[in-house]
Nanobody, 127 residues
Framework: QVQLVESGGGLVQAGGSLRLACAAV????????MGWFRQAPGKEREFVAR????????AYGSSVRGRFTISRDNAKNTVYLQMHSLKPEDTAVYYCAARLSPDSLWVGIRDDEYDAWGQGTQVTVSS
């Protein structure tokens, strides 16, 4: 069974940076892709970024493109989200997700495209 464990959240001033990490722990598993979503209070969950594990192609939500970068470390079974130029509107709980089964049509921008989720990590950006 796969467990996703996020880390790296916290409080940062506007304009600052944070790096989130999501480690996949447990038995060896194959994953097709991984992504980050976020949910702010009173709002729906929003796609942030995703990466295909093979090949490493990436996609980003329009609100974070150019400021956030998703990457992976195969050896550590870990995906990262580097966040720069943070804004108060980036304040949310950030969730890591994994797509475990292959799917040639997988786009990875909808939450129903993922099989496993982490517990979330809080990111708060102060103005």
């Amino acid at each position: 069974q796969v467990q996703l464990v996020e880390s790296g959240g916290g409080l940062v001033q506007a304009g600052g940076s944070l790096r989130l990490a999501c480690a996949a722990v447990g038995s060896t598993f194959s994953r097709y892709g991984m992504g980050w979503f976020r949910q702010a209070p009173g709002k729906e969950r929003e796609f942030v970024a995703r990466i295909r594990w093979s090949g490493g192609s990436t996609a980003y939500g329009s609100s974070v493109r150019g400021r956030f970068t998703i990457s992976r470390d195969n050896a550590k079974n870990t995906v990262y989200l580097q966040m720069h130029s943070l804004k108060p509107e980036d304040t949310a709980v950030y969730y890591c997700a994994a797509r475990l089964s292959p799917d040639s049509l997988w786009v990875g921008i909808r939450d129903d495209e993922y099989d496993a989720w982490g517990q979330g990590t809080q990111v708060t950006v102060s103005s």
